[in-house]
């Protein structure tokens, strides 16, 4: 017997299974997964498609998460290295604007999220509706994802705080053991909350943070995502669209 989902779990799966109905096709044979909590509904949409359509197809992974769900789905695990141009690429999102740009970095895969969202043809996220703002910075408090060599995490503190207008950040700290959080890459991670008026322009933020020396990748995705949707407490689904189109599917009954 099928566990019964909660509103909130339907929402999340409805807003998955139309994405990957909408963007994941038969002919598609090069897919990224990334990471959250919708994407595992995202892996079960796809396999559901049937092994004749995925035979042929390549999953490409973020991080540890969408790897062992790959893995554990029994597609086929295939390297950026192998496949640097995507069909399209389905990934999670930590907060999503009225202009489709992303905060991205809450799991520090953003350094690989955002390759494998630039080597997609069509890049797709997939959340909930508490990462549907119109600023970024509304509705998720951390604030801006800064990986950065840990050589250089002194100096890049340093050099946001003399900044004209300086953010309040830290050192991402591990939870389960004695240390800062250490990326798939080996980096540290720097969480910045810079002041609203910042968050106003995310692509000339992004390009003032990336000047920086020492940093690797900075969590906001800007200019790259076609399409969001969005799983919503009542069980529907907001779709937000690349030149502003939002729509609404229906909660099913």
């Known amino acids: 017997m099928a566990a019964v989902l909660s509103p909130i779990e339907a929402s999340k799966q409805l807003a998955a299974y139309t994405a990957v109905d909408t963007h994941v096709l038969p002919e598609h044979k090069l897919i990224g997964i990334g990471s959250g909590s919708t994407v595992p509904y995202v892996v079960d949409r796809i396999?559901?498609?049937?092994?004749?359509?995925?035979?042929?197809?390549?999953?490409?992974?973020t991080g540890f998460?969408?790897?062992?769900?790959?893995?554990?789905?029994?597609?086929?695990?295939?390297?950026?290295?192998?496949?640097?141009?995507?069909?399209?690429?389905?990934?999670?999102?930590?907060?999503?604007?009225?202009?489709?740009?992303?905060?991205?970095?809450?799991?520090?895969?953003?350094?690989?999220?955002?390759?494998?969202?630039?080597?997609?043809?069509t890049f797709v996220v997939v959340a909930d509706y508490r990462k549907n703002s119109q600023l970024l910075g509304t509705n998720y408090a951390p604030g801006v994802p800064i990986e950065v060599s840990p050589f250089a995490m002194t100096s890049l503190l340093r050099n946001l705080a003399a900044l004209p207008l300086p953010p309040v950040a830290v050192l991402r700290m591990a939870r389960a053991k004695a240390g800062p959080v250490v990326t798939d890459n080996g980096n540290f991670v720097v969480d910045a909350v810079f002041p609203d008026g910042e968050m106003r322009d995310?692509?000339?933020?992004?390009?003032?943070?990336?000047?920086?020396?020492?940093?690797?990748?900075?969590?906001l995705f800007c200019g790259i995502v076609k399409a969001a949707y969005f799983g919503n407490q009542d069980g529907s689904v907001t779709v937000k669209k690349e030149g502003g189109e939002v729509s609404t599917i229906a909660a099913a009954p």
Do not use: M, W, Y
């Open 65 to 121: 998460q969408s790897q062992q769900l790959i893995v554990h789905a029994g597609l086929r695990l295939g390297d950026i290295e192998q496949f640097p141009e995507l069909d399209v690429t389905i990934d999670g999102a930590d907060e999503v604007d009225a202009d489709l740009n992303c905060i991205k970095g809450g799991g520090a895969c953003h350094l690989r999220e955002k390759v494998l969202a630039e080597a997609a043809k």
């Open 202 to 219: 995310p692509v000339a933020l992004l390009h003032k943070i990336k000047l920086l020396t020492g940093v690797v990748e900075v969590g």
């Open 47 to 61: 396999v559901a498609q049937g092994p004749a359509v995925n035979r042929d197809r390549v999953f490409l992974a």
